[in-house]
């Protein structure tokens, strides 16, 4: 088996990665340029030496005698230096001047042409007139090395400029990135209980969306924490009571001499023990419904007639223990935007409570109706009612209107509406209590607004 190249691995860091982009990027496009001016340097500076040797041929076209013996006006030293060589010969090719001692072959074709001559290469420009052949040559190596350097001088601030677009680079790529070093340093030097959104001034559009999405996220968690919170000190405030009473029950029920005080207390005991697992049952409820809408679950459309159903088949064997006519008497099939599992709690409270405060052989009627732009919810019972001074205060956490406890039914806790209360707030619904007219007792109205 052959061994694999190494894999060229891009950095994880969103700085370094467009430092790496951008620098390559720069280095190759300096490079591509400076070839490309190289390039171009070098065929211009060829097109000015051919027009050079071209005006020197016109220029000599009427300066030379058409006969006589061949002359050079230079010795062996100077040859080396002279960078073009000049020949003329008669029409009838008698060479009458040559401006080195080495002269070049006699024939040559009209214009330019390339001719291989001891080893070298020479550029040559032959022009004739009626009376004579005037011939400019170059050594194309000297020529070349002329054009090199020429073309070399164009590229120089290229390979100046380069290094310097680099460092500007570095810098433009630091300043921008700048803003999410500081919203690092603000997370890095929080606090575990630090809630707190994360400013979003002077960040880039890219960045931007991303902190404001982290203080949505930190604004659910400090709700979660603060509901959290609440719930435990009221959870502690009220099973203080009912435990406090369990033990003075039990103490009782120690303390009976006979079978009847016996009885009595165990009795007490019993409604304790039923009164502290109501609360418990409705403390759970509590906190499930707040840390569902803790947690944003999205919401979908519900059929709210269908838990409407559910909730009187789940209270239906209560009501028939305790006589009382349960039922849904008007169902309109419409759906609504929200959360099922908290419409099933918000249902479930409204029937419980009804069910739990009509009298025996009493009557709950549960409707769905679509009224206008509204979906009704509405729940009436042939109960005691609620008085219209203590409508508001009984949709506060824990608080009992003194004297309403059911008889034969475990005593409430204080949440079954408050529960509801916090449901209708987060599906943005309208929650009213009033007197039945058909009833008699209480008429619990809940609008919501349907899906069209």
């Known amino acids: ?35 490309i001016a190289y390039r171009t340097a070098r065929a211009e500076a060829d097109e000015i030496f051919d027009y050079h040797m071209q005006q020197m041929a016109q220029s000599l076209r009427a300066g030379l005698p058409v006969a006589g013996p061949p002359s ?44 291989k001559f001891q080893g070298a290469t020479w550029r040559v420009f032959s022009l004739q ?33 380069a290094p310097l677009l680099m460092l500007l680079v570095w810098w433009l790529v630091g300043t921008s990135l700048a803003p999410v070093a500081r919203v690092r340093n603000q997370l890095a030097q929080r606090q575990a209980d630090d809630l707190n959104e994360v400013s979003e001034s002077g960040l880039p559009d890219e960045i931007a969306p991303l902190v404001h999405e982290l203080n949505l996220l930190f604004g659910r968690v400090r709700q979660a924490f603060e509901a959290q919170q609440s719930f435990v000190a009221d959870a502690a ?34 409604a304790g023990i039923d009164r502290a697992t109501r609360l418990v049952e409705q403390l759970l409820v509590l ?72 009298p025996e052989g009493g009557t709950v009627d549960a409707e769905v109706r679509l009224t206008g732009a509204k979906l009704m919810l509405e729940v009436e019972d042939s109960g005691p ?40 707030e987060l599906h943005g619904a309208t929650l009213t209590l009033g007197c039945s007219e058909r009833l008699g007792g209480l008429k619990v ?3 919501f607004a349907h899906v069209t």
Request: zero cysteines; charged letters at 20%; glycine letters at 8%.
């Open 129 to 161: 007139s009626r009376s004579q052949i005037i011939q400019v040559a170059q050594d194309m190596a000297a020529r070349q090395a002329m054009a090199g350097t020429l073309a070399l001088r164009t590229v120089v601030p290229i390979a100046v400029m």
């Open 445 to 447: 109205s809940v609008g």
């Open 237 to 270: 405030h009220e099973l203080r009571s009912p435990l406090a009473a369990l033990k003075l029950q039990a103490l009782g029920l120690q303390r009976a001499a006979d079978a009847p005080a016996r009885d009595v207390a165990v009795g007490r005991l019993t």
């Open 287 to 358: 906190a499930r419904h707040q840390a569902s809408t803790a947690g944003a679950l999205r919401a979908g459309p519900v059929l709210l007639a269908d838990l409407v159903r559910l909730g009187v088949a789940d209270l239906a064997p209560l009501a028939q223990a305790r006589g009382i006519d349960l039922g849904l008497v008007h169902a309109d099939e419409v759906l609504i935007h929200g959360h099922a599992e908290a419409l099933r709690i918000l249902i479930r409270n409204l029937l419980d409570n009804a069910v739990k405060y009509s």
């Open 72 to 115: 050079a006006t230079h010795d062996e030293d100077d040859e080396e230096d002279h960078d073009f060589v000049v020949q003329v010969w008669t029409a009838d090719g008698v060479r009458v001047f040559q401006s080195v001692r080495s002269a070049l072959p006699d024939r040559a074709l009209p214009g330019f042409s390339d001719v």
């Open 1 to 35: 088996m052959g061994l694999r190249a190494p894999r060229l691995r891009t950095p994880h860091s969103l700085r370094a990665r467009l430092l790496w982009f951008l620098l390559v990027a720069v280095t190759l496009t300096a490079l591509v340029q400076a070839f």
């Open 385 to 424: 009612g609620i008085a219209e001074s203590d409508r508001a205060r009984v949709l506060d956490r824990f608080y009992r209107i003194a004297g309403s406890d059911a008889p034969g039914t475990v005593v409430g806790s204080g949440l079954g509406l408050a529960i509801v209360k916090s449901i209708v």
